[in-house]
C-alpha cells in the first residue's frame, strides 16, 4: 500500500481487525482509527469522531471489522431473550450501517472499503445463529453500496476468514474462548497466518489493478469451505 | 392450478403478511393443498379476499390478527391455531415492511428506516421461531422464509430492504442445523412475482413492465398463486422432507447465478 495513503479501520480495538491495524502501522502506513469506546451505532458520534480524525481531508481505504462479541457466544435461538438476540444478531447489522454511512462522508473517490467477516454464513453453524444472520445482512448490505458507490469509482469488497481467525487474529494466548465450529472440510493449502492472507488481499485490494473488483467476496480459508 | 390436492391434507399453516400479493398466493397454494391456513395479517378486515382465495380452492382459512413487530399479537396467533386445531405444521414467514418497495437513501436515512425493515424482517423472524418451536418440534414441521433475490445479490435502490432478506437465508443456513435434530426444516423462497406495486404499474407503465418482463427468460413475472405458491407449498410438505437450509429461487430463470 502506497505510504501516502491513510486508512481507516473500524473494528482494531480486538481480533483480526487489531491485527490488521496493527500490521499496517508497523509497516509504517498511515492509520486512523476509531475509539474503542465509541457505539458504533451512534451516527452522530461516529460521524464526529471522523471528522475530528480525518478533518478535512479523506480517507483512502477503510477496512470494517467489527461484529460485536456477544455474537460469538454459542446458544439456541430458543434460550436467547429479544435483547440477547438483538446484541448478538442486530446490533452488528446496525452498526454496519453506521460504519459504512459515516465512512462514506470521508472515503475519497476511487477509495475502497474492505469489510473482513467471519466465514460462517457460507454454511451456517448451530448455535451461532445470531452471528450467521448477522454476517449475511452485512455481506448483502456491502454489495447493495458497492452498487450504489460504483459511480464514485469507490469499490467494496468483502474478505472472509475463519471465525477462530477473525476472533483472535494474531493473538494467540489462549485468553478468548473461540465456539466450537463442526469441521466442514480441510484446508487445501498448508497453513499460514491469516493476518497475512488478509494483508495480502488487502494490498491488492487497494491497488488500481483492482478498480474493476467490487461488490464481490474473497473467502482467504486456504481452501477450506469451496463454496459452489 | 397446480396440482396440489392434498399435499398438505389437515396440516396447519400460519402466513403471515398474507393480506395480499405473494401472501395471499402463498396462501391460496397452501388452501389448494388441502390445509388449514391462519391467514396472518395487521388488520383483519384487509383479509376477507384472501379467505375467499383460500375457501375457493378447499382449503380452510383462519383469519389472525398477526402484526409481527407485536411478540403478543404473533404468540396469540400460533396458540389460537394450536388450541383450535391442535396442531401446527408451517410457519411461512412472508410479511415486510410497509416501506419495503420505497428507496432508501443510505447515505442520509437514519436507523429509524433501517428499525422498519429489522423489526418485521429479521427480529420477527427470531421471535416466530421461538414461538413456533415447541409446536414445530412436535410435528416435525418446517418454517419457511419468504426472501428475495435483493436478499442474495444486494440493491442500489433498496440496500436496506435487501441487507434484511439477507438475514433470512443466514438465519435459515444456521437454524436449518440447529433444528436439523428434532426433525424441522427451515428453508427460504426468493421469489420474483407480481406484486400489488407492480399490477398498478402494469396500468400506469405498461412498457416499464414489459421492459422488466423481457428480462425474465420465461417472459413474464411469477403469478403468487400459481408460481410461487407450489414451491412453497411443497418445501413445507413431506414431498421436500430430506430438503433443509436451502433457498430457491424462484424467478423464471431471470436470476440464473445466485
Known amino acids: ?228 | 392450478m397446480s396440482n396440489l390436492s392434498g399435499l398438505m391434507e389437515g396440516r396447519v399453516v400460519l402466513v403471515t403478511g398474507a393480506a395480499a400479493g405473494v401472501g395471499r398466493g402463498v396462501a391460496a397454494a397452501f388452501g389448494s393443498a388441502g390445509a388449514i391456513v391462519g391467514i396472518g395479517v395487521r388488520r383483519p378486515e384487509a383479509a376477507e379476499e384472501t379467505a375467499a382465495a383460500v375457501a375457493a380452492v378447499g382449503g380452510t382459512p383462519v383469519i389472525l390478527r398477526c402484526d409481527v413487530t407485536d411478540a403478543a399479537q404473533s404468540a396469540d396467533a400460533i396458540e389460537q391455531l394450536v388450541r383450535d386445531f391442535g396442531r401446527l405444521d408451517a410457519v411461512v414467514h412472508n410479511a415486510v415492511s410497509g416501506r419495503s418497495s420505497e428507496a432508501t437513501d443510505f447515505e442520509n436515512t437514519t436507523l429509524d428506516e433501517w428499525e422498519d425493515h429489522a423489526s418485521v424482517t429479521v427480529r420477527a423472524t427470531w421471535r416466530l421461531a421461538v414461538q413456533a418451536y415447541p409446536h414445530l418440534q412436535k410435528s416435525q414441521g418446517a418454517y419457511l422464509l419468504m426472501s428475495s433475490p435483493a436478499g442474495i445479490e444486494g440493491s442500489e435502490r433498496a440496500p436496506f430492504y435487501s441487507a434484511v432478506k439477507a438475514a433470512q437465508r443466514g438465519f435459515v443456513r444456521a437454524l436449518a442445523r440447529e433444528w436439523g435434530p428434532d426433525r424441522i426444516r427451515v428453508n427460504s423462497v426468493a421469489p420474483l412475482a407480481i406484486s400489488p406495486a407492480l399490477e398498478n404499474m402494469k396500468i400506469l407503465e405498461p412498457e416499464r413492465v414489459k421492459r422488466i418482463e423481457g428480462l425474465v427468460p420465461l417472459g413474464r413475472l411469477g403469478d403468487p398463486e400459481t408460481d410461487i405458491g407450489p414451491p412453497s407449498v411443497f418445501l413445507c410438505s413431506d414431498e421436500a422432507r430430506y430438503v433443509t437450509g436451502q433457498t430457491l429461487v424462484v424467478s423464471g430463470g431471470r436470476f440464473t447465478s445466485l
Open chain 1, 1 to 228: 500500500m502506497a505510504s501516502s495513503a491513510s486508512t481507516l479501520v473500524i473494528g482494531s480495538s480486538s481480533g483480526i481487525g487489531f491485527s490488521i491495524a496493527q500490521r499496517l502501522r508497523t509497516r509504517g502506513d498511515s492509520i486512523i482509527e476509531l475509539a474503542s469506546t465509541l457505539d458504533l451505532t451512534n451516527a452522530e458520534a461516529v460521524g464526529e469522531s471522523l471528522r475530528s480524525l480525518v478533518g478535512s481531508g479523506t480517507v483512502d481505504c477503510v477496512v470494517l471489522a467489527a461484529i460485536d462479541p456477544s455474537a460469538f457466544r454459542s446458544a439456541p435461538i430458543v434460550s436467547l431473550t429479544e435483547s440477547e438476540w438483538d446484541q448478538a444478531a442486530e446490533y452488528s447489522m446496525r452498526s454496519a450501517f453506521v460504519a459504512l454511512q459515516q465512512a462514506h462522508g470521508v472515503l475519497a473517490d476511487g477509495g475502497r472499503v474492505i469489510l473482513i467477516l467471519p466465514t460462517v454464513a457460507a454454511t451456517g453453524i448451530a448455535g451461532l445463529v445470531p452471528l450467521c444472520t448477522a454476517v449475511e445482512t452485512i455481506r448483502v448490505m456491502a454489495k447493495a453500496v458497492a452498487r450504489r458507490w460504483g459511480a464514485r469509482s469507490i469499490t467494496v469488497n468483502t474478505i472472509e476468514v475463519e471465525l477462530a481467525a477473525f476472533m483472535l487474529g494474531d493473538n494467540d494466548a489462549g485468553d478468548t474462548e473461540v465456539p466450537m465450529v463442526p469441521v466442514l472440510g480441510q484446508p487445501a493449502l498448508p497453513p499460514a497466518s491469516a493476518v497475512d492472507d488478509v494483508i495480502g488481499l488487502i494490498d491488492m485490494l487497494v491497488t488500481p489493478a483492482a478498480g474493476a473488483i467490487t461488490g464481490a467476496l474473497l473467502v482467504a480459508d486456504r481452501g477450506t469451505v469451496m463454496q459452489p
